[in-house]
């Protein structure tokens, strides 16, 4: 069974980081894109940022540029999304995804084939 298992998230103070973890089980990662989405509160889902099945073109929402990043490690089928200098407006439920036509590592969220169930991310003081 396909399945993408997000972890790593919880409450942070402002200025915090954490570093989520995307896992699949059931595929190999190797020929996917990955991307990032996160959803707050009546608001609609965005994406934050996605990476290549090569790992070397990423993307990222402007909001967080120079705070995030994103890495893949093919061998354990997992990517990760490091959050840096957290701020309140970055309190949402995040989920990763997984899509095999991506192109350039788009984060379209209509592209992307398999999700995750979502890890909350609160930052809160």
């Known amino acids: 069974q396909l399945q993408l298992v997000e972890s790593g998230g919880g409450l942070v103070q402002p200025g915090g980081s954490l570093r989520l973890s995307c896992a699949a089980s059931?595929?190999?990662?190797?020929?996917?894109?990955i991307g990032w989405f996160r959803q707050a509160p009546g608001k609609e889902r965005e994406g934050v940022s996605c990476?290549?099945?090569?790992?070397?073109?990423?993307n990222f929402v402007d909001s967080v540029k120079g705070r995030f990043t994103i890495s893949r490690d093919n061998a354990k089928n997992t990517v990760y999304l490091q959050m840096n200098s957290l701020k309140p407006e970055d309190t949402a439920v995040y989920y990763c995804?997984?899509?095999?036509?991506?192109?350039?590592?788009?984060?379209?969220?209509?592209?992307?084939?398999?999700w995750g169930q979502g890890t909350q991310v609160t930052v809160s003081s």
């Open positions: 990476i290549s099945s090569s790992g070397g073109t990423t």
């Open positions: 995804a997984a899509g095999t036509h991506i192109v350039q590592a788009m984060c379209l969220i209509d592209e992307y084939d398999y």
């Open positions: 059931g595929f190999s990662l190797d020929f996917y894109a």
